[in-house]
């Protein structure tokens, strides 16, 4: 198995809503990662957890919470978001740290 | 600060074209580089590079890494519509995991 499972894959939310981005991987990596991407631009880093701790938080707003329970499941809580958080939001995965990184197919996420 | 470069930005071909795809980077305490496809949703991993002058080759596609002019390069030869895609160069940065990617290049293969 070397998939990256993410879903929704689409998700239509108003500004108020509470909702969530489920991301699972069985292939054995430790490191787990949260990247946004817009139209026409490269994935940005949103969080990094190694080892399921939370290593890196890229200054990313507080309306994004990201939760990993255990060394397969990582998650990503949205609550209060804006119109411009509008975006494709990718998960990934990779052995330990930097490196072959596998990503999951992305939700399209829309905020109205 | 670190960066990594692609160029061209956009590129249209034809079927049966050769192209190639060039990655720059300054990274510091550089440890590899990283090709991927993007289609309409997930990158997908093409390459993997950390050692100077060896060519990696999977089918049509290959690729090679100049440490000491901080380049790489994707090459395509006989292009199809299906290599239709943007291609993203990257490289980690630091311990923790983080990608810093290229802006990609758009490239098109017309019948």
């Known amino acids: 198995d070397t998939e990256v499972t993410q879903t929704p894959k689409h998700l239509v939310m108003g500004m108020t809503n509470k909702k969530s981005l489920k991301c699972e991987q069985h292939?054995?990596?430790?490191?787990m990662y949260w990247y946004k991407q817009k139209a026409k631009k490269p994935p940005e880093l949103m969080f990094v957890y190694s080892y399921e701790k939370l290593s890196i938080n890229e200054s990313v707003p507080s309306r994004f919470s990201p939760e990993c329970p255990n060394s397969s499941l990582l998650n990503l809580h949205l609550h209060a978001l804006q119109p411009e958080d509008s975006a494709l939001y990718l998960c990934a995965s990779s052995l330990r740290g930097p490196g072959e990184a596998f990503f999951g197919q992305g939700t399209r996420l829309t905020v109205v | 600060e670190d960066k990594v470069v692609q160029s061209p930005l956009s590129l249209v071909v034809h079927e049966g074209d050769t192209v190639t795809l060039n990655c720059s980077y300054e990274?510091?305490?550089?440890?590899?580089l990283l090709w991927y496809k993007q289609e309409k949703k997930a990158p997908t991993f093409l390459f993997m590079l950390t050692s100077s002058g060896i060519e990696k080759k999977s089918g049509r596609l290959s690729s090679i890494l100049d440490k000491k002019e901080l380049f790489s390069i994707l090459n395509i030869t006989a292009t199809q519509t299906g290599d239709s895609a943007v291609y993203l160069c990257?490289?980690?940065?630091?311990?923790?995991?983080?990608?810093?990617f290229g802006q990609g290049t758009e490239l098109s293969v017309k019948p």
């Open positions: 990274v510091t305490n550089f440890r590899s």
């Open positions: 990257a490289a980690p940065r630091g311990q923790g995991g983080k990608l810093i």
């Open positions: 292939m054995g990596h430790r490191a």
